[in-house]
């Protein structure tokens, strides 16, 4: 029926993913075939709607350390296509292109500085979608996160961190996980001891 004047948006997408109650023609799941007081026709609003079938993401989320506002604000169309989408997960676009259409002053950032690789990448390499234990939606603590490609077991890492124990240093201190001037990553504003590399004159630097 609703292909009668749906015809071509109703053809499923063959090389992507199509949302289940779009694929089994199952309109009425998500949409009133009358009238609606919520945009797109449909018979809540998003975030109810979508947790209806997703009651797993509704009952962590509410537990979470933090969201992502899209989430938070149930605007799932945000990021995901409510039919069809080439991409897999039903993504409108690829991580960071996607995520960057939203943070547009840290795509300003990442063009005009040098942009840590991992961000410049993939989102998703060090921050979850939707909801995290963590702070700033990370995936991991701090330390094992950076770990990954920093070893901290490393000689020069030690010496450029005064020896510090690496499992209480959180790199965001004075680092810039997204981008920076500064070859190092060192965020834009820097203490002048600091700046010149005269940690002793504040630190124990020995071993």
């Known amino acids: 029926m609703c292909a009668q004047c749906h015809g071509d948006f109703m053809k499923p997408e063959t090389s992507g993913t199509n949302h289940n109650p779009f694929a089994e023609g199952e309109c009425l799941t998500c949409h009133n075939a009358h009238a609606s007081n919520v945009k797109g026709m449909i018979v809540d609003k998003q975030g109810p ?9 509704s009952k962590e989320i509410g ?11 149930g605007e799932c169309t945000k990021c995901h296509s409510s039919h069809k989408a080439k991409l897999d997960k039903l993504l409108l676009a690829k991580s960071p292109d996607l995520c960057l259409t939203c943070h547009k002053d840290l795509k300003i950032k990442m063009e005009k500085e040098k942009a840590h690789q991992p961000a410049a990448r993939d989102c998703e390499r060090c921050h979850k979608p939707h909801f995290s234990t963590e702070a700033s939606l990370m ?9 990954e490609c920093h070893n901290p077991k490393d000689t020069p890492f030690g010496k450029a961190h005064i020896y510090i124990d690496p499992s209480v240093i959180d790199c965001r201190q004075c680092h810039d996980p997204h981008a920076s001037k500064d070859p190092k990553f060192f965020k834009a504003f820097v203490h002048p001891p600091f700046a010149g590399r005269t940690c002793k004159d504040c630190h124990i630097v020995t071993k």
């Open 139 to 147: 995936n991991q603590p701090i330390q094992p996160l950076c770990g």
């Open 49 to 57: 709607l979508c947790f209806s079938c997703h009651p797993d993401l």
């Open 63 to 73: 537990t979470a350390k933090s969201k992502h506002l899209p989430v938070a604000d």
